[in-house]
């Protein structure tokens, strides 16, 4: 998520991105590829990448959590 949110913020549009996930400790395991680039994963990433209100919200809890 945080590489497809970097490349939207660097290009201004979504990318496929692709994980490595390994399943060598299972009976002919290998390394599998994940494909995450999702309607869901682009509808996070835009709200992530537009929307500070959130984060106007959540620093003050975060400040007023650390110093009690």
């Not at 945080?2 to 390994?22: I, N």
């Not at 990433?45 to 984060?55: K, L, N, P």
Request: with cysteine; proline share 3%.
């Amino acid at each position: 998520m945080a590489l497809q949110l970097a490349f939207l913020k660097d290009r201004g549009h979504p990318t496929a991105v692709y994980e490595t996930a390994s399943t060598r400790l299972f009976l002919h395991g290998r390394t599998e590829v994940i494909r995450s680039l999702s309607k869901e994963s682009v509808a996070f990433i835009e709200a992530m990448a537009h929307d500070r209100g959130s984060v106007c919200l959540h620093f003050p809890c975060t400040v007023s959590s650390l110093t009690g």
